[in-house]
Nanobody, 123 residues
Framework: QVQLVESGGGLVQAGGSLRLSCAAS????????MGWFRQAPGRERKAVAA????????YYVDSVKGRFTISRDNAKNTVYLQMNSLTPEDTAVYYC????????????????WGQGTQVTVSS
């Protein structure tokens, strides 16, 4: 089992920044790809970004490229999502997820999920 706890969400004005964190416990963190997903009200959960076991590979959905950065610190069992130039369209509940060998953008290929953290961007 892997337990994931997200933090860092909140209310921010358009153009602002937030840094989300996801702390993992349980099994060896570095054995897992880590992903960030988001779900807006009434919409399906979608991939935002993912990072490979060592951090050598990163993946982003087109809408966040150049604005969001995913990173991980395996010594701290933590993955981060730095979000810059936020827009109201980024408003959603953000979830982190862990999977051993997922296709990065498919939520059903991740094995463990956090409880989510709300990000609200005001215009």
């Amino acid at each position: 089992q892997v337990q994931l706890v997200e933090s860092g969400g909140g209310l921010v004005q358009a153009g602002g920044s937030l840094r989300l964190s996801c702390a993992a416990s349980g099994r060896t963190f570095s054995n897992y790809y880590m992903g960030w997903f988001r779900q807006a009200p009434g919409r399906e959960r979608k991939a935002v970004a993912a990072i490979s076991w060592s951090g050598g590979s990163t993946y982003y959905v087109d809408s966040v490229k150049g604005r969001f950065t995913i990173s991980r610190d395996n010594a701290k069992n933590t993955v981060y999502l730095q979000m810059n130039s936020l827009t109201p369209e980024d408003t959603a509940v953000y979830y982190c997820a862990a999977g051993q060998r997922p296709r990065w953008d498919l939520n059903y290929e991740y094995d463990y999920w956090g409880q989510g953290t709300q990000v609200t961007v005001s215009s």
